[in-house]
């Protein structure tokens, strides 16, 4: 088996073309503080510690990776680009980084805060997400896998691929199919879609799926504004999507400062946003009947409530304080995978865009809006979370997970858990080998995404003195 394996990872490296691929030493004779190393390597590593509490201060080698953390978002700050952004990361119950960099308005001198409100666009189809799954928990959608047309009736669209139905869970994980945006017609100065459903439904019926539903990741705008809309008309009548958000999520979960209707006062609280074209002050338009898919606004303290109510599900014996807003094993479902993409550790959820790195589960949600973008990103297993919030246009592929934030942070919490528990308790050491190692990503190319070479050599690179 050692032997098919290396010539498994060598044979990648020489059908992608790469010119260089780390040596990969002979797996028989290495060994993880007594433990086979072709034995992690098999079983994928699967072990995880409890999430343990930090002590009164924060350990050297978490502030050792924040420090490393500042410094990746101080290079993304730009004054023309990306003027403002607020920051956070939290562990648990404890907020152990919040920074606001650059400033609120152009020409002032004074930064963001938690408290300072931004839109966060695409972010805001998580509440889509915990919507209809409330819906399912209530009993008014009768499964998940449901075909989208029993809660829409109007519901049509052509395929070429197939007669079967599109079904809800389809359309959270952006698996669905459907068009990226409404095929909206109306419009104001400052409302992008004043259409209602029906003439949303009735316009669909010339347009066209563009893929198979759950052949290959297609992000639609569309589907999710499709899910606030038209099931909730049809299970609740007379009940809009904002007004059962604000009553059924943000409310139960303390976010008051979340919402949607942006009006003066709100504007007053708000950091600028800035078009990246041409850097001129973007405007606080409405998207209407599209306003399930990216109209919300919130702040960083908001935002971590959010991360709270993902993380009170992990806590072994922890009192659940959610779950009148969603069952815990609801959102164990909520944050589970819908489709894994062939390099194995990237994959699409309900609604998360995932990496899969060192045996974790990084769960993300980026979005961009005119003037402004966001980012929401939880490793469960970790009880690790982030929010960025800015004003202008970042290149949010470069804060990602698998770039410089994740690899400092995932380690330094990683290994901060093991360590503790193996302290705790002799029995625990199998769980600490795993996460004990320097973390090394090398990839044959900068562009080579294989998952075998890239988990052998986290594996392979002993821990350093």
């Known amino acids: 088996m050692a032997c098919i394996l290396a010539l498994l990872c060598g044979t990648i490296c020489v059908l992608i073309g790469a010119a260089t691929c780390a040596p990969l030493p002979a797996l028989e004779s290495f060994s993880i503080r007594g433990r086979p190393a072709i034995k992690d390597f098999l079983e994928n590593c699967p072990y995880h510690p409890d999430p343990v509490d930090l002590p009164g201060a924060i350990p050297d080698q978490i502030l050792t990776a924040l420090t490393t953390v500042d410094g990746i978002l101080t290079s993304v700050l730009d004054p023309n680009v990306v003027p403002g952004m607020a920051a956070s990361i939290t562990y648990r119950d404890r907020v152990i980084y ?36 409330q819906l399912f928990e209530r009993g008014l959608v009768t499964s998940l896998d449901d075909p ?89 009548p007379g009940t809009s999507y904002e007004d059962y958000v604000t009553a059924f999520i943000l409310s139960p979960l303390g976010m008051n400062n979340t919402g949607f209707n942006i ?5 007053e609280r708000m950091a600028v946003g800035y078009n990246s ?32 109510f993902f993380y009170d599900i992990v806590v072994p014996f922890a009192p659940r304080k959610d779950s009148a807003v969603l069952s815990e094993d609801l959102r164990r479902e909520m944050m589970l995978p819908s489709f894994v ?5 990237t994959g699409f959820g309900t609604p998360w865009e995932i990496a899969f790195l060192a045996n974790y589960t990084i769960l993300t949600k980026s ?5 402004y973008s ?46 503790m528990v193996s302290s705790m308790s002799p029995s625990m050491t199998t769980v600490s080998n795993c996460l004990s190692r ?22 392979s690179t002993p821990k350093s003195a």
């Open 341 to 345: 993409n062939p390099d194995g550790y």
């Open 148 to 236: 989208f047309v029993k809660y829409c009736p109007g519901f049509s669209i052509n395929s070429i691929y197939s007669s079967q139905d599109i079904t809800l869970r389809q359309m959270m994980a952006q698996m669905s199919g459907l068009p990226r945006m409404s095929p909206c017609v109306n419009s104001t100065a400052n409302i992008l879609c004043i259409d209602t459903t029906a003439e949303i439904l009735e316009g669909l019926k010339s347009e066209i799926l563009i893929h198979p539903p759950w052949s290959l990741p297609s992000y639609s705008n569309l589907a999710f504004s499709l899910l606030g809309r038209c099931v909730l008309e049809n299970v609740l």
């Open 98 to 133: 919040s920074k606001g960099f650059g400033t609120v308005k152009k020409g002032t001198a004074v930064p963001p805060t938690s408290q300072t409100l931004f839109r966060i666009a695409s972010v805001s189809k998580i509440f889509v997400v915990i919507t209809i799954y």
């Open 374 to 419: 966001s980012f929401f990103t939880v490793v469960p297993d970790l009880l690790l979370g982030m929010n960025l919030l800015f004003t202008g246009g970042p290149d949010l592929n470069q804060i990602v997970p698998g770039v410089e934030i994740y690899v400092a942070l995932i380690p330094a919490m990683a290994n901060m858990g093991a360590r």
């Open 277 to 308: 074209n041409d850097g001129s002050v973007a405007s606080l338009y409405s998207l209407g009947w599209d306003s399930p898919s990216g109209q919300m606004y919130s702040n960083i303290d908001d935002m971590n409530k959010m991360l709270q």
């Open 367 to 371: 979005g961009n809006i005119g003037g």
């Open 263 to 267: 009006t003066a006062s709100i504007a």
């Open 438 to 459: 320097v973390w090394t990503p090398r990839r044959c190319t900068s562009h080579t995404r294989s998952n075998i070479i890239f988990r052998w050599n986290f594996l």
